[in-house]
Nanobody, 121 residues
Framework: QVQLVESGGGLVQAGGSLRLSCAAS????????MGWFRQAPGKEREFVAA???????YYADSVKGRFTISRDNGKNTVLLQMNSLKPQDTAVYYC???????????????WGQGTQVTVSS
């Protein structure tokens, strides 16, 4: 089992950057595939990015080229660097861990509590 805690959200102007961090507890962090999802008000949760156990990365088309996901297994941390932010990136961002890699929420077994990202125009 793993517990996930996100941090790094906040308010930023369009074109700015934020870095989200997800700290995981437990000794088996390296065995999980990790993902970031987001949910905007009135919208369904959507996939943002994922990184496999062997560091292969996947991105939603809407963030490709602007966001970068990375992981540090020594620090039990997964990061989401977000550049060139747009107002439509405004959402609560969630970190998640999966035993089976995928881009759908049901693939993921453990979730953090979320961190708010607000991008002003």
């Amino acid at each position: 089992q793993v517990q996930l805690v996100e941090s790094g959200g906040g308010l930023v102007q369009a074109g700015g950057s934020l870095r989200l961090s997800c700290a995981a507890s437990g000794r088996t962090f390296s065995s999980y595939h990790m993902g970031w999802f987001r949910q905007a008000p009135g919208k369904e949760r959507e996939f943002v990015a994922a990184i496999s156990r062997v560091y292969v990365t996947y991105y939603a088309d809407s963030v490709k080229g602007r966001f970068t996901i990375s992981r540090d297994n020594g620090k039990n941390t997964v990061l989401l660097q977000m550049n060139s932010l747009k107002p439509q990136d405004t959402a609560v961002y969630y970190c998640a861990a999966a035993n089976v890699l995928g881009t759908r929420g049901p693939n993921y077994d453990y979730w953090g509590q979320g961190t708010q990202v607000t991008v002003s125009s």
